[in-house]
């Protein structure tokens, strides 16, 4: 059965109550959540919802659906097929021993992150980017020994068409 | 003029064309019992569990077509409505439910009496309010109703903290109601109906499935028009029964897994389905891979999410029934009528051959009452008219099977959440929208046990109802599944412990009658039905009677037990 990841950008009234009837529909109807990001859009009375949620068709067909049909709920947009930006943030800090300093500067200086907090034995790194783009980082940085790691899930914008 | 928050609330109420609230006072809702007693016009009905102020509400809104109306205090009052709230859920039913909540201060701090009503009922109201600015009461109130009765209906609940139902504004009348984020789709799409006609014209074994949305839109007329019309036989789910004549040549009964065979055959034979308002739940469907194999399916339904939710669809069509269908009639009016009706000779022929080899039937001796027998004497003796509610189990079954209803809001039951104990306060919710109507609960001695204490309400509110019990001494439908799939092993099922159920109604001050012989029945019913005020009639019915015909759980809805 196909299950591909699905990117949902759901606008919501900002309203008390809204993440949890979310929460809930998901939990109720056994759909999955994999990553979920709510912060306010430009306008205030509204949030946007970034889900990404996994299912095969039937189940991303009906995740749509009853998303619609929460009162609060005004649009569900499905980003998967479409052209879209998307970017994470994370902060992962990292075991930062005196010999190992230097290869995790280059590293960071690869990957275009940025250290933002140092320690006699550590450094914490701030990166934002795709999914696979934090991934390759975390596989590099984990010989020197990851301490914590804080992501804030995928968030993400449809492209507008260009002319 | 400065108005408290009750009064705003009892102004609101009335202005929505209620004339009928049921409830329970406590300490969270004195105010607006205290605003309640100063308004004549609006007419309340004190239940005796809270749980039964929701079920009256339910049927009162689906008895007159309209929003059903429940209040009740905070804590216990509202957790003991959330069985009610379900139940009008899964069956699409307009109510409010107003409860009490602690002041705005106390809440979050374990005060007592306080639960989170609003987080509790999330998942079972299609939407749900906690008002804590007063300014906003009247809005939100109005925000209610509209939601409850629109688009797909359902249950909404509002909890009123005490602080706000005491304070006092400058009331303003509200403003129209437009939510930004919530529009239903009424009108359908003409392109899709046109696709429709071409199947109604090429179809050889076509079939209607009415469920409870004909019933909900109020469009039994269109959908009886479009059988005719067209020469479809129709068959609709439990929810469904009354949209079209019970008593139409065309009526195949109820499908699924007590559906008569007639029914589920041509469900797994037709090569076209037109289904209005149903939402393929899985008594109906049995299994689902092999549910109506031939069949083109359109699905017409207000709610996108019923679409293609269980089974696959050939011609999704969203949209309100009654509009979608009146469409649909008017654009096969302007086709060639034979076209339209086609060549269905052999498929009715076949129905008939269905309906001959394997009726409905039970075999009445001389000795024991078959529950089957009373209700068709029932039937008789109401001629048919009677507003029926049942609770749930074998006593919904034999009902649903063996009253035919020819109109619509004549069968009220808990169809979707199947809850024991509906059936006698949905009787008082009927029975105090239809006053002119005779109401029948038909029960069994286990389910009418869940709910009694509203026999106090039926008699201190002046609902004279008619309480037909079928008393198997048995949990019998669970039993009739103990027998066929567990061995016989009658686990807790054995209910030969029960009360006198003639004193249990001349206790609370109804009428109690009993019959014992076949040849008790009808005199019991005719005596019971004329005798004023509220009574209870039971008949002492064959223990290990099971309802029949059955498809058992898991199987394809032609592979039924007979019997």
Known sequence: MNTDKHLLSIVVDDEP??????AGLFSGRGYNIESLSVAPTARPDLSRITMVTRGDDHIIEQIKKQLHKLINVLTVSDLTDKKYVMRELALIKVHAKPEQRAEILRIVDIFRCRVVDVGHEHYTIEVSGDEGKLKALMNLLKPMGIIEIARTGSIALARENSK | MKLSGAKILVKMIKSQNVDTIFGYPGGA?????????????????LVRHEQGAVHAADAYARAKGSVGVALVTSGPGATNTVTGIASAYMDSIPIVVFTGQVPTALIGNDAFQEVDIVGITRPCTKHNYLVKDIEKLAKTVKQAFYIAQSGRPGPVLVDLPKDVMAAKIDFKEPEDITLRSYKPTYDPNKKQLS?????????KKPLIFAGGGVILSKASKEITDL??????????????LGAFPGSSPLWLGMPGMHGTYRANMSMGNCDLMIAAGVRF???????IEKFAPYARIVQIDIDPTSIRKNVDVACPIVGDCKQTLKILNSMLKDEDPKAVKGEREEWMQQIEQWKATSPQR????DDIIKPQYVIEQLYELTE???????????????????????????FITSGGLGVMGFGLPAALGAKAACPEKTVVDIAGDGSIQMNIQELMTAVESKLPVKIVILNNRYLGMVRQWQELFYDKNYSCTNMEMAPDFIKLAEAYGATGMKATKPSEVKETLSKGLKTKGTVIMEFIVEREESVYPMVPAGRALTEMLLV
């Open chain 2, 281 to 287: 739940d899985d008594r109906v469907t049995g299994k």
């Open chain 2, 195 to 203: 696709k429709v006609v071409d199947l109604i014209k090429k179809a």
């Open chain 1, 17 to 22: 109550g809204v993440l949890s009837r979310i």
């Open chain 2, 384 to 410: 048919g008219k009677a507003i029926i509610t049942t609770e749930v189990g074998q006593n919904q079954m034999w009902a649903a099977q063996y009253y035919h209803f020819d109109k619509p809001n004549h």
């Open chain 2, 29 to 45: 809702v004195i105010d607006i019992y205290d605003e309640l007693s100063k308004n004549h016009d609006l007419r309340h009905i």
């Open chain 2, 362 to 365: 039970y075999d009445q001796n």
């Open chain 2, 227 to 240: 059988a005719n019309m067209a020469d479809i036989p129709v068959t609709a789910s439990l929810m469904g």
